[in-house]
């Protein structure tokens, strides 16, 4: 069973979405091994078993930084590398996968024999993002064996890159967000609909991260223009003030 090595800048226990839903599906044919980004600490790797298959890694360095730096690169590279090559059977192969092109530069310490780019998002768009960010996903666009984007319109956006750039639209795992799955032991008596019976229809949802990104102003003209309408919000908070967030008596946050 071959490995593949990813390099992410989510968490894997942040929110449950596009890399978990891809990445437990393909640990049934591969060997996942998922790469945080640095914590500050004494040196050493944290390693944990997720899943079958899938073991997070977490770098502890003593070098700060936002993500993957330069200054980590240094240090961080050579631990991965000595971990893979002393505690994990990669004898089939291994891939490396890019989730940012932050990581980029860690791709000198290996020599995988396929590189996949998956862009889940516009990372230079989000607020803090580094300088460094657009040329190394212009340099990765072009190395990588397989570019898949997570919608229409990132994908066409890169394809004026990588013309064969795969849109592959993420979506809702409605196994795993089910209400019985949930409910654990109770199960077989839960009512799934009792969640939202408070919730008057018409209903819109939203499903995702809750940050910078989100019009927030369209958010409440839409409450505004009808009354009716009750819009759903389901997900984390992060990285702006819910203060900000619009209140109304048909806007739910959960």
Sequence with gaps: MKTIIVFSHLRWNFVFQRPQHLLTRLSQYYKILFVEEPVVGSPELEVNDVAQNIKVIVPHLREEGWGFTDEQMAVMGPMIKTYIDEKCDVSDGYGIWFYTPSALPLKEFFNPEFVVFDVMDELSLFAGAPAHLKAREAKLLRIADVVTAGGPSLARAKQEVRPDTLSLPSCVDAA??????????????HDGDALQ?????????????????LDIDLVAA?????????????????????????????????
């Design 176 to 189: 795993h967000y089910s209400p019985w799955r949930a409910c654990g032991a109770e199960a077989e008596t």
């Design 197 to 213: 019976a408070h919730i008057p229809y018409p209903r819109i949802g939203f499903f995702g991260v809750i940050d910078e990104r």
């Design 222 to 254: 839409v409450a505004d223009a009808n009354p009716r309408w009750h819009i759903v919000m389901v997900g984390p908070v992060v990285k702006i003030d819910p203060a900000i967030l619009p209140k109304r008596p048909n806007i739910a946050a959960c």
